[in-house]
C-alpha cells in the first residue's frame, strides 16, 4: 500500500513578522539555517525531497543511511537538513554538497556530514496527519522521535522563545518559527511566522549593475557593497537590489558622474590580493563572470542585513536593503567590527533544550 502522502508536496511557508508577540496560540521552534527538505520513507526506499520538489539524495548518502535506522517502515517528514562545522551550522559547507561529481560528495559526507532536523509529522503508516491540529502533530512527532531521530526543541511560552531568538544565533540558527496551535498542514501556503535576525551596517558604495530589462545608463539593478578589513582591503560583501522602477532610473543619473574606467579601484587589477572577496567572480554557481560598473569609493550608504555567512571575510547572507545614504561617513570607516557577532552557543545543547554559553 503506498503512503497516504507521495512526493512531491510543497512544505508548508511562513510569512516575515517583526516582533514575538504574546501569545497563547503558537508553538515556537527554532528557525534552522539550512535546506528545507521533505523525508519520505516506504520500506527500504527513502526519498529527500527539497523545497523545489526536486530529490536531494545523491547529495547526502549519509543521511540517508541514518534514517534507515531511526524511521519506522512508513512516515512522511518535514524538516531541515543541516551541516554544523565547530558546534556550529555552517550554511556555506552545506552548499558545497550539491556538487556534480559523485567523488566530491563523498568525500564531504565523510568530512562534514550533514544531519536532518524534524519538525513536523506529516504521515504514519497509512494514517495522513495533514489535516490534524499543529499540538497533535507535535505531540506524535515526538512520542516517534525516541532517542534516535532528531527533532527540533519547541515552547508555547514567548518568553522563552525570545530567549531563544538571542541565544541560539551564537549556535548558527537563523531566528525563531510560530506556528498556530490549531492549525492544520496546509502545503505551499504561508501560515507560519518568522521572526528573523536584523542587523543595519555602514557599507562602501564601490560599483553597480544595470537593470537587465534597460539599455546599460539608464536604470540601476543592484549596488555592490564593500567593508574593510584589519589590514585595509576593501571587500565585496553584497548587493542592494530592491528598488522601484522610478527609483532605479533616479540612481542611474545621481550616480553617474561616479562611474570611473576602473583605473585604480580596489577591485580591479593590480590592487586585487589574494583572498579578496570581488564582485561577479567565478564560482561554482557561475561559469562566467558577471559584469559590474565600477564606481568611484566615495559613497557611504546604510543597509539593513539579517546575517553574515562564509568565514573571514564574510559576506551577507542575502540580499541588503537600502536604509539611507550616509554623507557624514567616510568609505575607510566602514569596517568589518561593526557587525554584529554573535555569543558562541553550543549546537549539541540546542537540542537538548539546554541553555549553555561557549566561549
Avoid at 195 to 213: E, M, P, Q
Avoid at 336 to 350: E, F, G, S, T, W
Wanted: aromatic fraction near 8%; charged fraction near 25%; hydrophobic fraction near 40%.
Amino acid at each position: 500500500m503506498p503512503l497516504p502522502i507521495t512526493p512531491p508536496v510543497k512544505p508548508m511557508l511562513a510569512r516575515a513578522v517583526r516582533q514575538i508577540p504574546d501569545a497563547d496560540d503558537l508553538l515556537f521552534e527554532p528557525k534552522w539555517d539550512g535546506f528545507r527538505c521533505l523525508v519520505f520513507r516506504e520500506g527500504d526506499e527513502i526519498t529527500l525531497q527539497a523545497r523545489s520538489g526536486k530529490p536531494l539524495n545523491r547529495y547526502f548518502p549519509e543521511v540517508l543511511e541514518k534514517l534507515a535506522g531511526q524511521l519506522p517502515e512508513r512516515v512522511v517528514l518535514d524538516g531541515e537538513l543541516v551541516v554544523a562545522v565547530g558546534g556550529k551550522l555552517d550554511f556555506d559547507a552545506l552548499t558545497e554538497r550539491i556538487h556534480p561529481a559523485a567523488s566530491r560528495i563523498e568525500l564531504l559526507a565523510e568530512q562534514t556530514p550533514a544531519s536532518y532536523i524534524a519538525f513536523d509529522l506529516l504521515a504514519l503508516g497509512d494514517e495522513s496527519l495533514v489535516d490534524e491540529p499543529t499540538s497533535a502533530r507535535r505531540a506524535r512527532l515526538t512520542a516517534l522521535a525516541g532517542d534516535e531521530l532528531n527533532i527540533t526543541p519547541a515552547t508555547d511560552d514567548p518568553a522563552t522563545a525570545r530567549h531563544w531568538f538571542t541565544l541560539f544565533e551564537g549556535a548558527g540558527l537563523d531566528g525563531v518559527i510560530g506556528k498556530p496551535l490549531d492549525a492544520p498542514y496546509s502545503p505551499g501556503k504561508r501560515i507560519l511566522a518568522k521572526y528573523k535576525h536584523s542587523r543595519t551596517a555602514d557599507c562602501v558604495l564601490a560599483g553597480l549593475r544595470w537593470h537587465v530589462d534597460t539599455e546599460p545608463g539608464e536604470a540601476v539593478g543592484s549596488l555592490l557593497l564593500g567593508l574593510y578589513d584589519e589590514a585595509g582591503v576593501l571587500h565585496n560583501v553584497g548587493v542592494v537590489g530592491a528598488f522601484s522602477v522610478a527609483r532605479r532610473r533616479e540612481l542611474a543619473t545621481e550616480l553617474a558622474p561616479l562611474i570611473t574606467d576602473g583605473a585604480g579601484h580596489p577591485w580591479l587589477g593590480e590592487a586585487v590580493v589574494e583572498g579578496q572577496r570581488l564582485p561577479g567572480a567565478i564560482n561554482r554557481w557561475r561559469s562566467a563572470e558577471q559584469p559590474w560598473v565600477p564606481l568611484r569609493v566615495e559613497r557611504v550608504l546604510e543597509v539593513g542585513y539579517e546575517n553574515t555567512e562564509g568565514g573571514m571575510p564574510s559576506r551577507f547572507r542575502h540580499t541588503a536593503q537600502f536604509a539611507r545614504w550616509r554623507p557624514d561617513r567616510e568609505p575607510e570607516s566602514c569596517t568589518y567590527d561593526q557587525l554584529d557577532q554573535p555569543a558562541r552557543y553550543d549546537l549539541d545543547a540546542v537540542f537538548r533544550g539546554e541553555v549553555k554559553r561557549t566561549v
